[in-house]
């Protein structure tokens, strides 16, 4: 299933704020370590809009102070070293999370809040990180109304291509809770390819390669005939230009004899470090400066090559996940059309000679790296608003697997990884035991083979169902992800009719970092899951069976005599005890075994049956 973008009408203006029909809508990158928001201009173009002091970028921070209103950006940004604990820096990498999942990674007092998502504590009060987000766009979003003259009705906002369904869905309640009506949520490897004006080009795959402050993203997309397709997906949240920032800053500290830096200390070193690395992507040494804390400064001149030399095996470690998404796709570094470079940390030297190594083609990077998400959007906010005619069409991916538990804690996938969205898919199912009246659907998300290697996201209970025997019933279960990622799962009995569904919206998701461990695992665990789910599928079976038999002989044991009754008991108890031990093989044997012992006795209970159905009628009334 896809969805036509809205087109305007034939003679519409194509200044999109100023004309009666045109609507003011804006384009954000919601980002890890900088925010922006982008428009089109009265000249047709897309472009980011600039603060008063004529800066586009917006760091992403938020100071809060007690009983005062939140400082946002760059403001917030001067109170960090006083204040670290009141001020929160890259609060995307909490979206969607919980207290297990990045407890260990930040100095913030956190604790659980309710529904599951994490909770900071800063200016004396807690705060979830979807409010936190919020500040920020609601920052943007006075920006947008103060420049471009009135009220925004409406805007599009970018995400990491792997944020699964509960950061999406927490993406764009911060959207909603800042004032914004969030038409759309993009990818971000897509609304760069948008600024690109790929949609405008030649036709052919185009690989985003998106390394940014925190995370790494890869995408390969696919553009025929209108269509513009995501093909695979691929990051590392574990890369970003901070680490880049991190080796050098631990290098300068090191050369100077300090093992053991204070906070503050480490903070300033971080942000010299920045700056340096900032300066030799223009230049080949720059002076590394810092304040020490006896009130002496020192100083060191890093050359271009020792950085290098310092960030190589970060960089390289960017290939893996572009290798993993070319293959994903099944293609070559030649079938590639261009190479799209986004996010600040591609412009350096070194990733972009990287870049040209592994695709065999030079990068495009005509754009702003910093700006190109945003600017994206824009285009796609516009339209959405139908200020702009296009026949194009966009389908995303889903990052992840999503499937439902099955008998034995095996998950069945429905939706495999890497399908285009928006998209429906149903499968059939049926019940278990006899006289089965509802049926609990849980959904989880992942790559694994069984529940517990992946991630549960909702669950809900499909009542009414009939009794029949156990296989007699028909439950199709329906996956229906939208334009912006989110899942809706229905379950409906087919002889009846009787339906339910839920909009799967978890309280918090996967990070970025479990995507990518899941998918790893997901690899080298290939050959044990494939084992894992023969002995599940075994014992499953094994029980089914012994369900079977016991409801035979509870109703027709009269039909044996004490010898064949202890022999299928015999029987039975074989495949009880080879269910209880880890060899598929040996269930499936006793099994057949246990076929063998019950075929006389189903024969005879067969005749019985037949023997009910014709008694007080005559043979010719069946012929």
Same mark, same amino acid.
């Given at each position: ?499 339910? &569904?839920? $909009?799967? @919206?978890?309280?918090?998701? *996967?990070? #970025? =970092? !479990?995507?990518?461990?899941?998918? /790893? ?28 038999? &016991?409801? $035979?002989? @509870?109703?027709?044991?009269? *039909?044996? #005599? =004490? !010898?064949?009754?202890?022999?299928? /008991? ?47 009628? /005559? ?5």
């Amino acid at each position: 299933m896809t969805v036509l973008l809205d087109i305007a009408e034939p003679g519409q203006s194509l200044k999109p704020h100023e004309a009666r029909a045109l609507k003011r809508v804006v384009g954000i990158d919601l980002g890890t370590t900088f925010s922006l928001v982008a428009a089109i201009t009265t000249e047709g173009s897309a472009a980011c809009i600039p603060d008063e002091e004529g800066r586009v970028s917006v760091p992403s921070i938020v100071h809060y102070a007690v009983n005062n209103a939140p400082l946002v950006g760059v403001e917030a940004m001067a109170m960090a070293p006083q204040h670290p604990q009141d001020t929160i820096i890259s609060v995307k990498r909490f979206m969607g999370r919980g207290l297990k999942d990045v407890q260990a990674q930040t100095p913030y007092q956190l604790e659980e809040g309710e529904g599951g998502m994490v909770r900071l504590l800063a200016g004396g009060s807690w705060r979830s990180p979807v409010e936190v987000s919020a500040e920020i766009l609601r920052h943007l979003h006075q920006r947008a109304k103060e420049v471009l003259g009135g009220d925004i009705h409406g805007a599009v906002i970018t995400v990491p291509a792997y944020f699964d369904d509960a950061q999406r869905q927490a993406t764009k309640d911060a959207g909603r809770l800042a004032g914004l009506e969030v038409m759309r949520l993009v990818n971000e490897p897509t609304a760069a390819a948008l600024a690109y004006g790929l949609d405008q080009g030649k036709e052919g795959l185009y690989a985003i390669y998106d390394l940014g402050g925190g995370t790494f993203d890869i995408s390969i997309l696919r553009l025929h005939q209108g269509v513009f397709q995501v093909m695979a997906t691929g990051g590392d949240s574990a890369l970003g230009g901070d680490d880049f920032d991190h080796r050098l800053a631990q290098y300068a500290l090191q050369h100077w004899g300090i093992s053991s830096p204070s906070p503050g200390l480490l903070q300033a070193a971080r942000r010299m470090a920045r700056q340096v690395k900032e300066q030799l992507s223009q230049q080949e040494t720059a002076e590394f400066t810092l304040q020490l804390e006896d009130g002496s400064s020192a100083a060191l001149t890093i050359s271009r090559s020792l950085f290098e030399e310092l960030i190589e095996d970060l960089v390289r470690a960017t290939g893996i996940p572009c290798r993993r998404a070319m293959k994903d796709a099944a293609i070559q570094p030649e079938d590639l059309q261009g190479v799209v470079l986004v996010g600040g940390s591609t412009r350096v030297p070194l990733v972009r000679q990287k870049v040209a190594e592994w695709f065999g083609q030079q990068p495009l990077c005509d754009l702003d790296p910093d700006q190109v998400v945003a600017i994206g959007a824009a285009h796609q906010a516009d339209l959405l608003a139908g200020n702009t005619r296009s026949d194009l069409l966009l389908l995303d991916v889903n990052p992840l697997s999503l499937g439902i538990e099955t008998m034995g804690g095996l998950v069945e996938k429905i939706i495999p990884r890497n399908s285009p969205i928006p998209c429906a898919r149903a499968q059939e199912f049926t019940t278990f035991k006899d006289g089965q009246t509802a049926m609990a659907i849980r959904v989880v998300q992942g790559e694994r083979e069984t529940v517990e290697q992946c991630r549960a996201l909702a669950s809900f209970e499909l009542r009414g169902i009939p009794p029949m025997t156990a296989g007699a019933a028909r439950i199709r279960v329906t996956f229906q992800v939208d334009a912006d990622g989110l899942l809706t799962v229905a379950a409906k009995e087919q002889t009846t009719g009787v339906e339910q &569904s839920v $909009a799967v @919206k978890p309280s918090y998701g *996967l990070s #970025d =970092e !479990e995507i990518e461990r899941m998918l /790893r695992e997901a690899i080298s665990h290939g050959a044990e899951d494939i084992q894992q789910r023969l002995l599940r599928e075994a014992k499953v079976e094994g029980e089914r069976v012994l369900n079977a038999v &016991s409801s $035979a002989l @509870k109703k027709d044991m009269d *039909l044996l #005599d =004490e !010898e064949e009754l202890k022999t299928i /008991r015999k029987v039975m108890r074989e495949v009880w005890e080879a269910c209880q031990g880890s060899r598929h093989e040996a269930i499936d044997e006793a099994v057949k075994q246990l076929d063998v012992a019950t075929r006389t006795f189903a024969q005879r209970r067969m005749d019985r049956d037949i023997r009910q159905a014709m008694a007080g009628h /005559r043979l010719e009334e069946f012929g």
